[in-house]
C-alpha cells in the first residue's frame, strides 16, 4: 500500500528546503521543496521503505513542516539522514563506471 499525503488540505508545500537535495544513486530525484520531498517519499521510494524508521521520521516532519511552516530544516536533516542510511550519496559502481567511460562529460 502506498501513502498518500493530500495536498488540498494542507498549505505550505512550494516552501523550499534548507539546501537542494541531491542523492547521486538510488531511486530518488533531487528536491528543492517540500512538495519534492513529498512526491520523493510517496512516488519514488521503493514500496516497504517507509516502515524503516528513518524514512518514517523523515515523512512526519515533512507533514508538519508544510502544516505550520517550521521545522523545515529539521525536515531537511531527516530526508538528509535516511538518504545517507541508504548509502545514495554516492555513487553506485555501476554508475561511476559509465562516468568514467565517457559517458558523462
Do not use: Q
Not at 38 to 49: C, F, M, Q
Request: hydrophobic content about 40%; charged content about 25%.
Amino acid at each position: 500500500m502506498r501513502a498518500t499525503i493530500s495536498t488540498t488540505t494542507m498549505d505550505g508545500w512550494d516552501r523550499p528546503l534548507t539546501y537542494v537535495i541531491t542523492p547521486k544513486s538510488g531511486p530518488l530525484r533531487g528536491m528543492k521543496t517540500l512538495r519534492d520531498a513529498k512526491r520523493a517519499l510517496t512516488e519514488e521510494l521503493p514500496k516497504g521503505y517507509l516502515k524503516h524508521p528513518h524514512w518514517l521520521r523523515a515523512a512526519l516532519m515533512l507533514i508538519i513542516a508544510a502544516e505550520t511552516g517550521d521545522y523545515v530544516e529539521w525536515t531537511f536533516e531527516a530526508i538528509v539522514a535516511a538518504v545517507a542510511a541508504e548509502g545514495w550519496f554516492t555513487r553506485s559502481i555501476t554508475e561511476s563506471h559509465r562516468t568514467t567511460r565517457g559517458v558523462a562529460a
